[in-house]
T-cell receptor
Framework: ETGVTQTPRHLVMGMTNKKSLKCEQHLGHNAMYWYKQSAKKPLELMFVYNFKEQTENNSVPSRFSPECPNSSHLFLHLHTLQPEDSALYLC?????????????FGPGTRLTVL | KNEVEQSPQNLTAQEGEFITINCSYS?????LHWLQQHPGGGIVSLFM?????KKHGRLIATINIQEKHSSLHITASHPRDSAVYIC???WGGGADGLTFGKGTHLIIQP
């Protein structure tokens, strides 16, 4: 248990559906991250939020829309996804401002797009 | 393009063997992480290094900044060490995300 929770743990959706992934941390961290892990590929950074402001968008398609209403919560809104978007989506948090800081990962949401 | 390379990609060993996993990267970094991912997906951070060597139980991580290379060692390996071990680097300071290697799939047989 890392202190970072993600819901749902599993999600199956059609290409026309709209769904949201939720990440929550109560570790007092101010940076939150979305990562994607596709089969047979390395983990990829999607978005970074620092003090609720998006500081990095790693060329992610607009069908993925992040939202960070406060430092403890991070959402990933999904709409009109493609089957190739099926992957494990991982959230992480850290405490920036330190020279080097550890990222704490959630358990992930396993997404299947039909 | 900034890259992280890990080797070997797959490793099967017998219980009790000394295990070494290697990671190299292309440009200077502010920190290097070793992560462990078990089946089901959960990721645990094992080490974060910016220089030298760290030890935690049977795990040892080293980094050589000049050679842009890090190693993760497991002593007296055990079947419960079976997992995917991932090297990840942070290129800059602050809240930058990590760039990951492809991972090393380790199986320790009893």
């Amino acid at each position: 248990e890392t202190g970072v929770t993600q819901t749902p743990r599993h999600l199956v959706m059609g290409m026309t559906n709209k769904k949201s992934l939720k990440c929550e941390q109560h570790l007092g961290h101010n940076a939150m991250y979305w990562y994607k892990q596709s089969a047979k590929k390395p983990l990829e950074l999607m978005f970074v939020y620092n003090f609720k402001e998006q500081t990095e968008n790693n060329s992610v398609p607009s069908r993925f829309s992040p939202e960070c209403p406060n430092s403890s919560h991070l959402f990933l809104h999904l709409h009109t996804l493609q089957p190739e978007d099926s992957a494990l989506y991982l959230c992480a948090s850290s405490h920036p401002g330190q020279l080097v800081d550890t990222q704490y990962f959630g358990p992930g949401t396993r997404l299947t797009v039909l | 393009k900034n890259e992280v390379e890990q080797s070997p990609q797959n490793l099967t060993a017998q219980e009790g063997e000394f295990i070494t996993i290697n990671c190299s990267y292309s440009v200077g970094i502010s920190a290097l992480h070793w992560l462990q991912q078990h089946p089901g997906g959960g990721i645990v951070s094992l080490f974060m290094l910016s220089s030298g060597k760290k030890k935690h139980g049977r795990l040892i991580a080293t980094i050589n900044i000049q050679e842009k290379h890090s190693s993760l060692h497991i002593t007296a390996s055990h079947p419960r060490d079976s997992a995917v071990y991932i090297c990840a680097v942070r290129w800059g300071g602050g809240a930058d995300g990590l760039t990951f290697g492809k991972g090393t799939h380790l199986i320790i047989q009893p």
